[in-house]
């Protein structure tokens, strides 16, 4: 039942005026043995409260758990308010803003996001985001080795999002890109400056340094950062941008600063939704500006002198450069954003704060809670931010399948993604947990773990 | 006014955070923030405030018609958003098990075999965010075809010049060279051209279908034979999708790959410029190297197929599943449809175009290509208008938002001098159409007796022309104190 307004006396006027007999004339340029038949696997439409009888039931099944899953997406409370008003229509249903005069509302929204996200990771200026964390990093890597010139090898710790390691090397892939991983420390848990020695005066184009890393482990980012720019590489910073209201931001980092800062936005205000849309953020210096991809806004003024809002540097972008832009990238995630931004405006400097010290002090008693139980450990020794690895003294697979009976997400299972992590799970637990939670979760884990 | 100047050093939302913490950390202090981060300090009215009244300086589908060529702006049913909405889909983490997320992958699953089924190719992954996205995962399919053959001498992808920008920025991205052919008169692709383009050294050949013009490739039978012929594959670019949904299948065509815009064609929102949405479906050949995850359904279980089934899979491309909020909404949106409701998308977007081409060339207007049929939009030149006034097509854009219209596409495809290029969605009525004719025939006088009014424009926004170039030389990127 599609959205069409037309009557029947609109369809004889509209075809007279054309000169057409039936609407199936239009299609006359089309070769006849080209048109399909009927459509096999298409059921047929239903009507609005059908469909939501439909969804709802679909939603049930899928239920509510009490989760301790993180690894890159993140539970945190949402103000009603972002939401609420980011799917205003005007909002919602309005078109990327090429026409500026038309697209205020949006324009000078992005304006601002790009000054908190700057200030937040210490940067001089952001884009207007990109698809994903991990596209992100993606477009990081190359734009690291556009500004470089003469080297193409990326340094890529194995304490990065393993998902993340996956889509870069999809993505640069066939721009003769080589991607090398660094291991990481297997007893504190993060990278060590003894394990890039081997490229000390070799060419580099860049560093990528995680903060906090997957396993929720803090690296050394100062020491990290100036071992990159000693060895004339750049320094990519990969944060968790709610983490950055406790921690130093990239801008900050060892004496110089990171290069480029990039990250996972969704603990803004963005809803987990079974891994998206999310937003991915990418700020720099402002030295590298010209090698940003992706759309920016710039404060400007108008006829009058009175200052709005307009894309900006589009000579970079795909639509004007075609084959020689800086990236194919065309859209960002302008909703997404629209909704970070309220929600950055609405917890501000003091509630980002505390949202990021409530869940890094949830994950620690959460992690001295589970080290009580017989046979539980935490997995590495250095300090974490709001994420823990922590080895059991059985299998995984089946512990988290009995938690899951009792309506529980008991974390990562580490096993797929570093076989050498056996029987290790990585839990999480944000502002969102109350201490009934912590218990709830401890007292299940010592039961199933004691059967 | 922007946010950062309401702000008061002190000001705090304290319902929309934790108490403040007493336990100590045992973070080292060279990893702490020293400074707090420049955020705005307001009270949650200061911030609803503020941020309705920006999305009031907005124009929208819910305001007002967008003849915007190629980007298929239509209506956005309200029921897609607040059921994808639901809390539970909203909550599901995305590494979450797979049964605590059976239904959900139901409806991707499904939504899957809908588009296999509409455009008719053997398989479909979800994952792509966002057209351009969708391109390069499409060509590195291509890529990744050849190369398992060992045909390693295939270096070129062939574009037409009418093409979107996306396209021959992704074939270098895939590390290919473009190699542009031109349009015929009649608005087709140079099939000349095309011939002496085709060879040993063909990847593929990206195509936009109807395309950006306006009007579907008559000759694409033979377009099809000929790159397959000499070893290359055709892509398919989606973008135009709308003009054929449910009439004409790319699979049929001889595509071997097309990726679709489902924030145009399946009514996803475009959001003030994304989240997108680009699955990509493949033929026969590129099977073996479509993206992961792709959700499959096994003894009634829905679960994810991943790189250890599809071992020569190019890989992943975001860190879930794509834009899996955005998907929900065109699962929602097709089912609405259904089988019956497809093909009447295409036909009325059809009607409305070619409707609106016939009534605006009475009003005095130069149609582009006006022997053909329009597709689900058409160009209007205005090169005879700027040489008789001065008045472009940029000024014509602007007075239409004093009109209340959303500027049509303008300067794109740049084969067409001083063009607009306008898609009238199959959601607008005759009525909306009948009343953009008679601003247009406004504005063409106007050209004539006030052209200052047409340079100036817009008028009734709340800002006038604003300045690009200062914009571009003056770098105003972030908000100073």
Redesign the interface.
């Known amino acids: ?6 009557t029947k006396e ?2 004889t ?3 007279a ?4 007999n039936s ?2 004339d ?6 006849p043995d ?3 038949g ?11 409260m059908e ?2 009888r ?12 009490l ?1 301790f ?1 993180g ?3 993140y ?1 945190h ?1 949402i ?1 009603a ?1 972002v ?1 609420q ?1 980011t ?11 090429y ?8 324009l ?2 992005l ?2 996001y ?3 996200m ?3 990771t210490g940067m ?3 884009n ?2 990109m ?5 992100a990093l993606a477009e990081a890597v190359l734009m690291a080795v556009r500004s470089h010139k003469s080297s193409r090898r990326v340094l890529m710790p194995s304490t990065i ?1 393993p ?2 390691r ?2 870069v ?3 640069v ?4 890109i080589e991607i090398i991983e660094i291991p990481y420390c297997t007893e504190c848990g993060h990278i060590l400056l003894e394990s890039l020695a081997p490229f000390v005066g070799q060419d580099i184009a860049a560093l990528v340094i995680p ?1 906090p890393n997957f396993f929720g482990v ?1 690296e050394q ?2 020491a990290l950062t100036d071992w990159a720019h000693t060895n004339n590489a750049l320094a990519i910073g990969v944060v968790n941008p709610l983490a ?6 990239p801008g ?1 980092w060892g004496s110089k600063g990171a290069d480029i800062a990039v990250g ?1 936005g969704q603990p803004l205000g963005i ?9 991915g953020f990418m700020a720099c210096k402002q030295r590298l ?1 010209r090698q940003i991809p992706g ?10 002198g ?1 200052p ?3 894309l ?4 970079r ?9 800086t ?10 954003v ?1 909704a970070a ?2 929600y ?12 990021a ?2 869940s ?2 949830n994950t ?2 959460l992690l001295e809670q589970l080290e009580a139980i017989k046979g539980v450990k935490r997995t590495f020794s250095g ?1 974490m ?1 709001y994420e823990a690895a922590i080895t059991l003294p059985m299998p995984v697979e089946n512990v ?1 399948q009995k938690l ?1 009976v009792q309506k529980i ?1 008991g974390g ?1 299972d580490l096993k797929e993604y570093y076989p050498e992590l056996g029987q290790t799970i990585l839990v999480c637990a944000t ?1 969102t947990k109350i201490p009934a939670d912590l218990v709830k979760f401890t007292e299940c884990l010592n039961h199933v773990l004691s059967e | 006014m922007l946010i950062f100047e309401h702000s008061r050093p002190g000001r705090c939302n304290y319902s929309q955070s934790p108490t403040a913490e007493t336990r100590t950390s045992n973070i080292p202090q060279n990893l702490m923030r020293k400074k707090p981060p420049m955020l705005p300090e307001v009270s949650e009215m200061d911030a609803v405030r503020h941020y309705t009244r920006l999305s009031q300086k907005n124009f929208s589908i819910d305001t007002e018609f967008y003849p915007l060529g190629s980007c298929t702006m239509k209506y956005n049913p309200r029921a897609c958003n607040s059921l994808a909405m639901l809390p539970q889909f909203l909550s599901r983490h995305p590494l979450a098990p797979e049964d605590t997320g059976q239904g959900y992958l139901a409806c991707m699953y499904e939504l899957q075999e809908i588009l296999k089924d509409v455009t008719g190719m053997k398989s479909v992954s979800l994952t792509p965010m966002a057209g351009a996205q969708g391109e390069l995962i499409g060509v590195a399919m291509i890529r990744a075809y050849h190369e398992s053959r060992g045909d390693r001498a295939r270096t070129e992808i062939i574009i037409p010049d009418a093409a979107h920008g996306t396209n021959p920025a992704t074939a270098v991205m895939c590390g290919y060279k473009v190699v542009e052919i031109s349009t015929d008169k009649e608005g087709d692709v140079d099939m000349d051209a095309l011939k002496a383009a085709v060879g040993p050294q063909t990847a593929g050949l990206m195509l936009t279908n109807p395309s950006t013009l306006g009007v579907f490739e008559k000759n694409i039978v033979e377009m099809s034979r000929l790159v397959h012929e000499a070893g290359g594959l055709l892509y398919y670019d989606g973008a135009n999708l709308n003009a054929i949904l449910g009439k004409v299948k790319p699979g049929d065509m001889g595509f071997d790959v097309i990726h679709m815009n489902l924030h145009k064609t399946f009514s996803t929102p475009h959001g003030g410029g994304g989240p997108g949405s680009a699955p990509v479906g493949v033929a026969d050949r590129l099977l073996p190297f479509i993206p992961v995850p792709v959700v499959t359904i096994d003894k009634g279980i829905y679960r994810w197929v991943t790189e250890k089934e599809i071992p020569q899979s190019i890989g992943r491309f975001s860190a879930h599943m794509g834009n899996s909020g955005v998907l929900l909404r065109a699962y929602i949106y097709s089912r609405l449809l259904g089988a019956e409701g497809m093909h009447r998308i295409a036909e009325f977007a059809t009607l409305n175009a070619n409707y609106l081409m016939k009534e605006l060339s009475k009003a005095g207007f130069e149609i582009a290509y006006p022997n053909r049929r329009a597709s689900h939009e058409f160009i209007v030149t205005l090169k005879d208008l700027k040489e008789k006034t001065g008045i472009t097509a940029m000024d014509v854009a602007k007075r239409l938002i004093d009109k209340g219209f959303h500027a049509p596409t303008t300067y794109f495809p740049l084969l067409v001098p001083e063009c607009l290029l306008i898609e009238p969605a199959e959601t607008e009525s005759k009525e909306t159409l009948d009343s953009f004719v008679l601003s247009m025939k406004e504005i063409l006088e106007e050209a004539y007796t006030d052209p200052e009014m047409l340079k100036t424009a817009p008028h009734t926004t709340s800002l006038q022309r604003l300045d690009d170039v200062k914009a571009a030389r003056e770098l105003d990127l972030t908000w100073k104190q």
């Open positions: 039942m599609p959205y069409i307004p037309h609109d369809v006027a509209m075809l005026s054309i000169g057409a609407i199936e239009l299609f006359d340029e089309i070769p080209l048109k399909n009927k459509l096999k696997e298409v059921p047929s439409g239903l009507n609005e469909i939501s439909l969804m709802s039931e679909r939603a049930e099944t899928d239920g509510h758990y989760s899953i690894a890159g997406a539970e409370h103000p308010a939401w008003i799917t205003r229509g005007e909002f919602y249903s309005s078109y990327t803003p026409q500026a005069e038309a697209s205020q509302g949006t000078q929204l304006y601002e790009q000054t908190m700057a200030s937040l001089d200026v952001s207007a985001s698809y994903d964390g991990a596209s999002h998902v993340y996956k889509v090397s999809a993505i892939k066939n721009q003769n903060q803090l980012v100062d950055l209201a406790m921690l130093t931001p900050e996972e809803p987990l939704s079974s891994g998206g849309p999310y937003f500006v759309r920016i806004i710039g404060r400007t003024t108008d006829l009058n009175k709005g809002f307009v900006t540097l589009q000579a972008e795909q639509h004007i450069r075609r084959s020689k832009a990236s194919n990238i065309c859209t960002n995630q302008g909703l997404m629209t931004t309220i950055m405006a609405l917890v501000g400097p003091e509630g980002l704060r505390r949202i010290e409530k890094h002090a620690m008693i300090s931010f988290l899951k997400l990562l502002e």
